[in-house]
């Protein structure tokens, strides 16, 4: 294995050449650590790193870092979602080298949802910096040992400068528009430091092998991390929610109707997730597969299992 | 302009209460052209107070008048009269006009009749837009003319997040274009996309209402 940049084990599975596995894990609208324990459960053994989302839809839930604490004490390893909604520069910094002080080696940098979509919208949103200029302060943290004002990261003048190990990820939405931006954002996010970066979920095949072919044509797989995100569908119906309330997500209608006639369409749907599974393998450039399976974590090992990715690699 | 809209009236006329010598005061600048609280506005307020205490059976001598701008010390001579004659004002300028009227009458009571909402342009009749964030460091120059800062429901500066659909903003798709489609299509028409492959770093937002309240001091223009 090549020098690595930190002691993620995401890192080691993508650098000893494997097709990694991540999965979602949504902390709780409370104090229950017991519903993390049992999701980490699930998930122990069948994916190689766990988003720990921060605040997903602006909703307030445990903090992200608090979280991916306490699965690593489960025996997971968290990556960290980090939004610029909540956090100006000053409070994201002191919650990485926290984050870092407490064993965490994955960030993944995110804009974060518009706070109109959540429970609480009459707040004020921060945006001091973008996803972007996240992944770049973490990676000048990381590698230069400095702050984003050019500090060194050290505790006084003559201590030997103490920073963070991170492994940096983005995501990017291959249907957002406009479309022609897409790779273009995507390099930024390489040109910034990211290391790996996860999609949106996919159910249009057909758009993200073009947006695939827009990557290679630029070269970008082969300088970043690709995963492709995948959400299994649980019935007709959440579907064509998805369809309809979310921005730039398009699910073919023969999915749609597959669900519909299925007997079952909890087997369907899990069915057809492991289709995509299969099918994304084959694309060149990918390097990953992320499900995120919301509030259904349960269900991971069964797709994981089912895709031909049991058992994970040791690294 | 500062674009404005006027407050609900039962807000408005809850707060003159008791008032027995009201005077309603417009604005002539920009809050007359985005038809908030010009002359006209003034006319129509006034109007709806009389109704209300007539309605109420309540005294109150409502007086009307509206001075070119209430941002500027020398406009208010032609008014000064009427203020002083009234118990309170209600003020039918932006933010700015109703604290300076404040300050310049010290003991005068006095109210908003507006909600001062963004520096913005009138697309159609009665259609208004946010343009400027005032953020004291004008970046247009990169972005063909369109600004991230003000036109980005996240001011996001390195590109449009995942909630940009069919030229849309996720955060209102009915009627807010996606900043960076806009910016994405003028800097192709201009034939400079290779522009917005250059990564911004973190804005420096002290140049604006993060540095605290704004001040210019212009010791050329002093006297």
Known sequence: ????????????????????VTAELGPPKSIDAEIIRKKAGYLRGYVDAVNITDNQTAIVRMSSIAAGLLAIKEGLEPIIQITCRDRNRIAIQSDVLGASAL?????????????????????KNVFDIDSIQLIGILSEMRDKKIFQNGEEIKNSKNAPPAAPEIYIGGAANPFGDPLEFRPVRLAKKINAGAD????????????????????????????????????????????????????GLTIPDYYIERLSKAEDPVSEGLAICVEQILELKKIEGLSGIHIMAIEWERKVPEIVDAAGLYPRPEV | MITAVQK??????????????????????CVTVCMAG?????????SSIRLANRQNGLSMEVAEGTIERQCDREFFDSA???????????????????QFLAEEFKGKVVFPALNTKFYGATDEQGVWSERC??????????????????RCSKSLMNGPCGGSSEGM????????PCGWQLIFDRMKELGQLEKLEKTHPPVDWSSGRDGGPGRIIREDVKL
């Open chain 2, 38 to 46: 010009g002359e006209k506005e003034v006319e129509i307020l006034s």
């Open chain 2, 8 to 29: 609900p009236f039962e807000e408005i006329y809850q707060n003159i209460k008791g008032i027995e010598k009201l005077l309603v005061l417009g604005c002539g600048s």
């Open chain 1, 103 to 123: 064993g965490i080696k994955n960030i993944l940098a995110l804009s974060g949802d518009h706070q109109k979509f959540g429970n609480h919208p009459g707040t």
């Open chain 1, 1 to 20: 294995m090549k020098n690595l940049k930190t002691g993620s084990n995401l890192e080691k599975v993508f650098e000893s050449g494997n097709f990694a």
């Open chain 2, 169 to 176: 903003c996720e955060v209102d798709p009915e009627t807010t």
């Open chain 2, 133 to 150: 964030a005032g953020c004291g460091d004008c970046k247009l120059t990169d972005f063909g003319g369109i600004c991230p800062v003000a």
């Open chain 1, 196 to 247: 790996f970066i996860q999609t949106q979920c996919i159910y249009d095949m057909e758009r993200f092998s073009l947006w695939m072919e827009k990557i290679r044509e630029r070269g970008l797989h082969t300088k970043i991390k690709i995963m492709a995100g995948v959400t299994p569908l649980k019935s007709a119906g959440m579907a064509r929610y998805m369809r309809d309330s979310v921005a």
């Open chain 2, 80 to 98: 000064k009269k009427m203020i002083d004659e009234a118990d309170a004002v209600i003020s039918m300028a932006c933010g700015v006009g109703v």
